[in-house]
């Protein structure tokens, strides 16, 4: 007969040690502190994102003012150069209408001046 080897068994698990009262609520406490913190830590990150896209959207309002604002003063820098062009034609018409007219003056003044002259 072979001699029977006794098989080795694991250890029993480590019996859980009875948890006092004091324990509990220590645990406990410790586990709201950290849900604490890290609700504190997700608002935290919440405020820094709301500030950064308030930046973000001040930053977006001044740009967006400010190319309203040139695009304004192009228009009205547009509007002022076409205005004194028109003006400087207008003068330039109105002195080749007086040239024309002082030309035609002359014409018509210089025959009769040559017919007293003979």
Known sequence: MASVRPRFSPP?????????????????EAAEERHKSHEAEVLK?????????????E???????????????MEANKENREA?????????REKDKHVEEVRRN?????PADETEAD
Not at 45 to 57: F, T, W
């Open 84 to 92: 004194q062009m028109a003006a400087k034609l207008e003068r330039l």
């Open 45 to 57: 990150q919440l405020a820094e994102k709301e500030v950064l896209q308030k930046a973000i959207k």
């Open 59 to 73: 930053n977006n309002n001044f740009s967006k003012m400010a190319e309203e604002k040139l695009t304004h003063k």
């Open 12 to 28: 029993p698990p480590p019996k859980k040690k009875d948890l006092s009262l004091e324990e509990i609520q220590k645990k406990l």
């Open 106 to 110: 002359k014409e018509s003044k210089d």
